[in-house]
């Protein structure tokens, strides 16, 4: 199955491979091949800032946390950074620290900051888990900036190297710098000011910090343990070591190239603005490798997700989580699929699947429901109405209408008749329904679990099977037996329905 993949999955999420070429890639060959890396380049520490709550967000969930195409914003800062192939990654770490934790890959490295006293204290009590020994550049990254890129990191530590200067800072001018903190640039000084700790002045300024820098660490130990909380909020300011080193050796800014990179996130209308980005490129990268989307502004398609070649995407499809779609398949309209596997030259057409398989050339739809162990074999349909969970449906068996398939396993080229119906529930436990090859039901038949329906036998519509039908048999049963005059209030309200004109009397069937 020729599937390609935009993005490895969860938390390994990497916004588009370096392109063979790209400086990024270059760099990492050379770090590679280099017999003596240490003597042309120094090492890499990184560190994300994340341990803040993110008031803005006003939401009980950390601000890192929210999610973007899937995947938790802390995730995205990480896999722009993971190219650089840093010594060690660590991610500071403080409110909902746990659950942050829990959502870091294998290769980032949390350090608990117990008070979220500013931007400052955090870089401070990363320093302390690097230890005192290391030498080279300190990548600094907020962790609120899902659209940075490997690229951008990548030319801010070059330019910070070739500059030969104690801390570099990326920046941006920005039509609207409302809630960021302004750069002032003063005679080769570099400072930044807070917008609540802004003058008037200051406050005009369009050129603002994007929370991203390079610093030499032994500036960045000595400045650190400088800072002051003497400001609006009371706390440390990472943001005031530029001033400081700038004292001693040399600060200075880097602009930022590609203005996409620059959507911080602070609340859920700018998170809403950077999922878009994302979800475009996304979106673009299955075009390129060959998918058709019809309606790329209401299609959402994860991160994770993978999809293989000609295959057609509809318009109003969510394809979620690990879902995996094979090629020449057709999926949608309306179709919501998560964790759901769609194997070659299958349709799913208005439909939603949770944990599900849905095998080559099957057909799925419209308005079908696929629950988690849901396993459709080749060619199989689930048709229109249908609900299927814990269920194997085997090669070319059909579930064409209004049926419920609940632990239930079914052979091949099996067929079930409209309204066909598992009772799998008996009040306390799940019983399974097994339906040999070839066997057919007929319409409204209700299957008693636990029961065993025979290779190629056949039950008479209506009928309610308690017990198993051996291979090739037939069986009917619970026929209508009593027929006597209906009761006075049903006729009365069979008149009052005629007399709405719903039902004449000459159409009413014995
Ligand atoms: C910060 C910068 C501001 C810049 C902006 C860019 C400072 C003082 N200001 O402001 O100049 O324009 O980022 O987004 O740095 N964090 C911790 N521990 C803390 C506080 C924060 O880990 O004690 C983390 C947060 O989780 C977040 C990042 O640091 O990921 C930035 O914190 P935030 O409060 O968003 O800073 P801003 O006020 O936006
Ligand atoms: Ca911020």
Same mark, same amino acid.
């Given at each position: ?5 935009? /993005? ?7 916004? /588009? ?8 890639? #270059? ?71 746990? !659950? ?34 290391? $030498? ?22 070059? =330019? ?19 809630? !960021?903190? =302004? ?58 070591? /530029? ?8 600060? #200075?800014?880097?602009?930022?190239? &590609? ?6 996130? &602070? ?16 979106? @673009? ?55 759901? #596997?769609?194997? @070659?030259?299958?349709?799913? $057409? ?28 080749? $060619? ?65 038949? &209700? ?34 037996? #009593?027929? =006597? ?26």
């Amino acid at each position: 199955m020729a599937r390609h993949r935009v /993005l490895v999955p969860g938390s390994q999420v990497r916004i /588009l491979p370096p392109q063979p070429g790209s400086p990024v890639a #270059v760099r990492e060959a050379i770090r590679r091949s280099s017999s003596e890396p240490m003597s042309t380049m120094s090492s890499i520490f990184a560190v994300v800032l994340a341990a803040g709550k993110g008031t803005r967000m006003k939401s009980n969930r950390a601000k890192v946390l929210h999610t973007l195409c899937g995947v938790p914003m802390v995730n995205y800062v990480i896999g722009a950074i993971r190219p650089l192939a840093p010594d060690r990654l660590l991610v500071v770490v403080g409110h909902q620290a746990g !659950l942050v934790e829990g959502a870091l890959p294998e290769d980032a490295e949390p350090v608990l900051q117990k008070e979220q006293l500013g931007t400052g204290d955090a870089v401070r009590v990363a320093l302390g888990a690097l230890g005192g020994e290391e $030498e080279g550049v300190l990548l600094v990254v907020n962790g609120d900036g899902p659209l940075i890129s490997d690229r951008t990191l990548d030319e801010l530590v070059e =330019r910070h190297r070739s500059a030969g200067v104690g801390a570099t800072v990326l920046v941006a001018e920005l039509e609207n710098p409302r809630g !960021l903190g =302004r750069v002032v640039e003063d005679a080769g000084v570099v400072r930044i000011v807070e917008e609540r700790d802004a003058t008037e002045d200051e406050r005009q300024i369009n050129l603002v910090n994007l929370g991203l820098y390079a610093f030499e660490l032994s500036e960045i130990r000595d400045a650190i343990g400088r800072l002051k909380a003497e400001n609006g909020q009371g706390e440390l300011y990472l943001t005031d070591v /530029l001033e400081i080193i700038g004292s001693r050796s040399r600060a #200075v800014t880097y602009r930022l190239k &590609n203005p996409e990179e620059a959507n911080l996130v &602070n609340d859920r209308s700018q998170l809403a603005r950077a999922e878009e980005i994302l979800r475009r490129r996304i979106l @673009d990268a299955h075009m390129r490798d060959g998918v058709t989307v019809r309606d790329p502004v209401s299609t959402h398609i994860e991160a994770s997700v993978e999809i293989g070649r000609d295959t057609v995407i509809l318009p109003g499809t969510f394809l979620r989580g690990n879902t995996k779609i094979g090629s020449d398949c057709v999926v949608g309209p309306s179709t919501d699929l998560l964790d759901t #596997v769609v194997e @070659d030259g299958a349709l799913v $057409e208005h439909s939603v699947g949770r944990g599900a398989q849905v095998g080559e050339g099957a057909s799925v739809g419209p308005y079908a429901f696929l629950r988690p162990g849901t396993v459709l074999g080749p $060619e199989a349909k689930v048709g229109a109405y249908c609900e299927v969970k814990n269920s194997r449906v085997g090669k070319g068996s059909k579930v064409p209408h209004l049926s419920y398939v609940g632990d239930a396993e079914i052979g091949e080229d099996a067929n079930l008749g409209a309204g066909t119906i598992t009772a799998n529930y008996d009040g306390v436990r799940k019983n399974r329904t097994t339906i040999g090859d070839g066997a057919f039901t007929g319409v409204n038949t &209700n299957l008693i679990a636990p029961v065993t329906i025979g290779e190629g036998a056949y039950l008479g519509a209506g009928s309610v099977v308690n017990k198993d039908i051996p291979p090739g048999k037939l069986a009917v049963g619970m026929p209508a037996r #009593v027929i =006597r005059d209906a009761p006075e209030f049903l006729r009365k309200a069979s008149k009052s329905e005629d007399a709405e004109g719903e039902r004449p009397e000459s159409e009413t069937e014995d």
